[in-house]
């Protein structure tokens, strides 16, 4: 399937696929300058499509065209992380205020309850990763729920810079019981109706996750990495 998938794909978008991985997996370091003609041999393509890719992956705030210089692989920026994290924080906890006042079934909760589950299993199980998945899709469920399509895409723009520094971050950081506590009780008051506790107990939620992200960035001098 994956081969087919594969064939389906414009050299753009293999591109933009292949060098998102290469910078979240760390593979293409923060820091690090790289020649178009350099990825266009390394993805076995032309430099047309890398081009195109780095364009699209620049707007996510994953690297940075130069002129005559090809690419350089942005660092994680804790002054981003502030920025990006003071929209997240008000945009997902509207969305989890409209899913409150939404009156949804216990089925159709389902998929954010299931992953507030993966998420304590993981813990039991101390995999960061799993943990990791299972969050994101946590807080991916929040915003659909929230019904607003703008807030989606806002929020999907910036994720790859959110998924960069939770990896870069994840081994470094206390195990996040505290997190999984702060989703039980935002899924609680969901399923209950009460939209306030909703917002403010996942806003706070959020602000608490800024904070500790920035200052490991900081800590660990991961800014200039």
């Known amino acids: 399937m994956k081969d087919q998938d594969a064939k389906t794909l414009s050299n753009t978008q293999r591109a933009v696929r292949d060098l998102r991985q290469m910078i979240l997996s760390g593979e293409l370091a923060a820091g690090t300058d790289h020649l178009e003609s350099e990825l266009a041999e390394t993805l076995g393509m032309s430099r047309t499509p890398i081009r195109e890719a780095a364009l699209m992956l620049e707007s996510k705030g994953l690297l940075e065209m130069r002129p005559r210089k090809g690419v350089r692989i942005l660092p994680v920026s804790s002054d981003d992380m502030r920025e990006i994290y003071d929209i997240l924080t008000e945009l997902e906890s509207l969305a989890a205020q409209r899913a409150a006042e939404a ?26 990763e799993a943990w990791a998945e299972a969050d994101e899709l946590f807080h991916q469920e929040l915003v659909r729920l929230g019904g607003n399509k703008r807030v989606e895409a806002i929020v999907a723009m910036m994720s790859d810079q959110v998924r960069r520094a939770r990896a870069t971050t994840l081994f470094i950081r206390p195990l996040p019981v505290k997190s999984n506590e702060d989703h039980r009780v935002v899924f609680q008051a969901i399923s209950e109706g009460r939209p306030d506790v909703a917002r403010e107990r996942h806003r706070e939620h959020r602000l608490q996750a800024k904070a500790m992200l920035c200052r490991i960035l900081e800590k660990h001098r991961l800014n200039s990495l």
């Open 103 to 128: 009156g949804y079934s216990e089925d159709e909760l389902a998929v954010l309850a299931g992953s507030i589950a993966k998420m304590d299993q993981a813990i039991e199980a101390e995999d960061l």
